[in-house]
Structure formats: C-alpha cells, structure tokens
C-alpha cells in the first residue's frame, strides 16, 4: 500500500454534500472488495458448487472424458465398507478426543489461574504442543510408541508389564492417535478457558466462599455455568478440527493397519492423490462440505456472540 | 485453602506439566545423545551433534527453511492487505448488496480448503503454478477470518478520526493507512501470529501442490525425509525434527504472552 497511490474516486466516499452519481459513490467499496471477491470466488465458492456439480460425474480417463454418472458415485460410497469403517472411526476419534481435551483443557486453565507456584512453566508447558506443526507432533509421538524402545515401553518395563505395539495392532491403533489429538489440542483450548475464568467477577466467589461453599460447590454453581457459552464455542472448533486435522496421520500410521486409524479426510486424500478416483473423492468432499457447513453455520452463530458479549 | 491441599494441588499441576513436556523432551534426549544412549536414561551420556549434522547433511533443510519463510511471509503480508482493504469497506461503506458480500465472504468458513482441495489442485495446475511457492499461498490471501477480525476493529474507530483526516485532504486509502491501521495494529499482530503459526504447520495442502525440493516447506520436506528414512535411526528423526520446530519454539519462549493473547481473541488455527 503506497501512500502515493491516489484514485480518483477514491477522493470524497464521505463527502456527502457532494453531488455525484451513484456508480462513483459506490465504486471505492467494490474497489476494496474486489480482491477478496476474486479470490473468494476462485478458491471457495467456484470449487465448491464444482465440486457439488462433478459428484455426479466420472473421473476422467486419459482420453475418456467423464461421463454423467447421476448418483452412482454417492452409490458407490454407501457400499465401500472402507467409507463406513473410516467414517466410524472418526466418529469414535471425535467423541474421544473432544470430551477427554475439554476437560483436561478446563483443568489447565485453572491451574494456570490460580495461585500455584510456576505458572510460567505450567502454561509454557501445557501450550507449547499448540505451536508445533502436526507433522512433527506425529514424529515425537512415534517415538514415544516405539515397541520396545519408546518411552510407554520403557516405563511398563519397571513395572514389568509385557511390550506394547500400539500403533501397529489393530485395536489399539486409534487410541494412539487419539492421544496424540489430545495433548495437541488441550492447551489450544486452555487459553479459552481461561479468558473465560478471567472474565468471571472476583467478588462472585469470594461471596460465595464467606458463605461457606466449597470449593466445588463454586466450581458447580458459580464457575460452570458462566463458562458454558466457551465450552460450547470450543465443542464447535473441536468438531471441525476433528474432521480435518489429520496430519499427524502421515507421519504415524498413514492410516493403518487395514485402515484402522484412517479418518475421513485422510481417506479422501488417499482416493484422489493415491488412486487418482477423484470421482469418488469428490463424492467425500460433498460429504464433508455437508458436515462441516452444519457443524460451521454453529461456530458463526457463537462466534459472533463471543464478540458481541466480550 | 488449606496448606495439605494446596500442596497436592501443586505437585499435581508440575506433574501434569511435566507430563506434557515429556514427548519433546524425549525428542530432545534423543537427538543429543549418541544412538547407544537412545534408551538409556544416563545423566553422565556423552552429548553429541552428530545426529543434527546427520539430517542437516541428508535433506535440504536450509531450503526448506527458506522457502516456508518466503511462503509464511507472503501470505501473511497479502493477507495484511487484501483483508484490510475489504474489512474497511464492510466497516466504513454503505454499498448495494452489502450484506449478501459479506455472507459470502463467511461462507468461507464453513468451506474449509482441506474439502475444496482437489478442485483448488485442479486451479493451480490449470494458473500454471504447480510447484511454486504462489500456489501454496493463494487459496488462503482472502480470509474470511482476517476480514471478520479485522471489521471489528475498524468499526471501533471512531468516525471523527475520518472526517479530521477528510478535511486534512486525506483520500481513502490514505485514511485506512494513517488511521485505521495504526489504530488496529494489536489486531493486526494478533491475526498475524495466529496465520504464521498455521501457515508453519500447514502440510495437505503443500504437499499437494509441490513436488520438489525447489518448492517444498519444511513440514512436508521433514515428512517425506522422516518416510524415505524410515529405516534410520529415531535420532536422526528426532534432531530433524528438533530443527524444523525450533524456529517456531524459540519464537513462542520469547513472545508466549502474545501467543497466547493472539490465539485466544482470533480463536482459530
């Protein structure tokens, strides 16, 4: 942004005693909007119906152009027992990791609230897996897995319990990734939290302690309910990023064994960019464009009441 | 509170982050240690750098380091300006069709470029720009997040500012960069911090969109190493990594108050 930059009608937007048409008075708007729209439209709104429009389509081969399929590829996904195991498995990963990080998460937060000595550490500690990329999270915790050497292993050796292969036997798989998912997210969530405890006036809980309620009486009664607005916020970010944080999945498990720990998002990538079935992967965006836009259209309604009330 | 308690409390609390750190820590004992002390917890081990000189000699970390730098900084920086000019003129303008703009602006945070990725893959390899550092940061220039924060603020200023800068014979793009800019520069930093951060982590996408070591950011230049190398020793993996999150984690020892701030008033990744 130059400060030289001078458009003409760009002169007088709040003049209003000037006389001018209605295209000049509206033109600097739509001149500062237009960068986003265009961008907007190319990566959002444009793939978006395209994508809706080419469910009903096949994936193009070589020369074979793509043929109207109607719903044949939605078919398709009804039948492939993959498609359900998947999304089963990141329905088990939502309902698991989200309860289990809130809570820890509301844990932290008063901890880190309260008076305890080496807050500093504790708040560094609890959010520090926040800013690490996924990825990497992913690495760490594969080490910490390692059967035999990892960390699990050796700490159940002091006890002598036998050596674990979490992530490479079927039923444990999941509860791998899920734990990673919550020592990832918790501290994102803590700092939400504890905004929320900030924002709760000091001489509610002093009342309430003279009178003598107990500690968790204050939480149940006093603490609780003005935090619910967050806790509900955060079970809406949590549901998206259930949905589509799955890095850690590239670097842990790619899925397996036998698609045990795949979750949805994964399973779409792999069709298009593995087995280039764009057809089919196109029918789980639709899917996901679907659940996400549900689950969004709730994170908007309390975004925008956080901001009014905070 | 009595003492008893407290005390449990506290032994709880250091626990509970100890227990929190100790995957980096264990990362961390790894990648300093010779690979015979990988598993032996040995305070007197002898402290190594060969396992960072190791990865360092085995991927092009430095240009991996480099490229997410230019990537981070260009979207970050267009999203700075392509944000805050349509945040100023959903704060500021009266203009036909106003409210239908804005809800397709939000419509973007219900499609989230993780669903529309294979059509976006389809744009940018039809734009020409496969490969390049432009393509990873396209889709995310206009967001609908940055736009939303960033309306906020502008909405706060106040109108008297405008008409004192008018009068000054200040024209539009003037006002929004010597009054509304200077005025929101908390929001700015705050958005700004929460977008490097994701753009850092940023790794579908990426990945996606480039195949070579021209082009590639760290994260997925640190996967497609960890993979290959799947064989090798968890110590090199570990310094690897080590190395690509440093960056990240000595920015949040230095700055964590503003993390955190950041992080908790945008509410996003």
């Known amino acids: 942004m130059k400060q030289t930059v001078s458009l003409a009608p760009f002169a007088s937007p709040f003049a209003g005693h000037v006389e001018m048409s209605k295209f000049r008075k509206f033109l600097p708007p739509f001149l500062l909007l237009s960068p986003s729209i265009v961008l907007l439209l190319t990566f959002v709104h444009i793939p978006a119906i395209h994508t809706i429009y080419l469910s009903f389509f096949s994936t193009p081969k070589g020369r074979r152009p793509s043929k109207f399929k109607g719903l044949e590829n939605y078919q398709d996904m009804i039948a492939d027992p993959v498609f359900w195991k998947v999304l089963g498995n990141n329905v088990i990963y939502a309902i698991t990791t989200i309860p289990a990080s809130i809570i820890i998460a509301l844990i932290m937060a008063q901890l880190v609230n309260s008076a305890l000595p080496g807050r500093p550490f504790l708040r560094f500690s609890f959010f520090l897996p926040v800013v690490l990329p996924l990825i990497a999270v992913g690495n760490i915790w594969l080490f910490f897995y390692l059967p035999g050497f990892g960390l699990i292993d050796q700490i159940g050796s002091l006890f002598g319990l036998p050596n674990t292969n979490i992530l490479g036997s079927s039923e444990t798989v999941l509860w791998g990734i899920v734990g990673v998912s919550i020592w990832k997210e918790s501290g994102f969530y803590m700092i939400f939290f504890l905004a929320a405890l900030q924002g709760i006036p000091r001489d509610l809980k002093e009342a309430a302690y003279i009178e003598g309620a107990s500690n968790w009486q204050i939480f149940r009664r006093i603490t609780l309910p003005l935090i619910t607005p967050t806790i509900l916020f955060i079970s809406v970010i949590a549901t998206i990023n259930a949905f589509i944080r799955i890095e850690h999945l590239f670097s842990m498990t790619q899925g397996g064994p036998n698609y045990n720990s795949a979750l949805l998002l994964y399973y779409l990538y792999e069709n298009a960019f593995v087995f280039w079935d764009t057809a089919y992967a196109i029918a789980q965006s639709v899917f996901l464009i679907v659940l996400l836009s549900i689950i969004g259209i709730g994170q908007i309604f309390l975004m925008d009441r956080r901001v009014h009330y905070q | ?269």
């Not at chain 2, 230049?221 to 190398?229: K, P, R, Y």
């Not at chain 2, 090798?232 to 230095?254: K, N, Q, R, Y």
């Open chain 2, 1 to 269: 509170m009595t003492g008893n308690l407290k005390n449990v409390n506290v032994i709880g609390a250091w626990l509970l982050g100890f227990l929190w750190l100790l995957p980096l820590l264990y990362a961390i004992w790894a990648a300093i240690h010779p690979i015979e002390y990988q598993v032996r917890f040995d305070i007197f081990a002898p402290l190594t750098f060969f396992n960072f000189k190791n990865a360092w000699a085995q991927a092009p970390f430095a240009q991996y380091m480099l490229n997410t730098l230019i990537y981070v900084t260009l979207t970050t920086s267009s999203q700075f300006v392509v944000c805050a000019l349509a945040a100023f003129a959903f704060a500021r303008f009266e203009f036909p069709l106003k409210n239908v703009l804005f809800g397709l602006v939000l419509i973007q945070l219900l499609i989230h470029p993780e669903v529309v990725l294979i059509e976006n893959y389809k744009t940018i390899r039809f734009l020409g720009l496969m490969d390049t550092i432009p393509a990873i940061s396209l889709p995310y220039i206009a967001s609908a997040f940055g736009i939303f924060v960033l309306r906020q603020t502008f909405k706060t200023v106040p109108k008297a500012l405008d008409d004192a800068a008018l009068i000054d014979g200040a024209n539009t793009l003037q006002i929004l960069r010597h009054v509304y800019i200077p005025l929101s520069l908390p929001t700015f930093v705050a958005y700004g911090l929460v977008s490097i951060s994701y753009h850092w982590n940023n790794y579908l996408w990426p990945l996606i969109v480039t195949n070579s070591d021209e082009s590639r950011v760290l994260n997925v230049g640190l996967a497609v190493f960890s993979m290959e190398e799947a064989g090798v020793e968890w110590a090199t993996i570990s310094a690897a990594t080590l190395m690509v999150t440093a960056p990240l984690i000595t920015a949040f020892l230095i700055f964590q108050r503003q993390f955190i701030e950041s992080f908790s008033t945008t509410g996003i990744k």
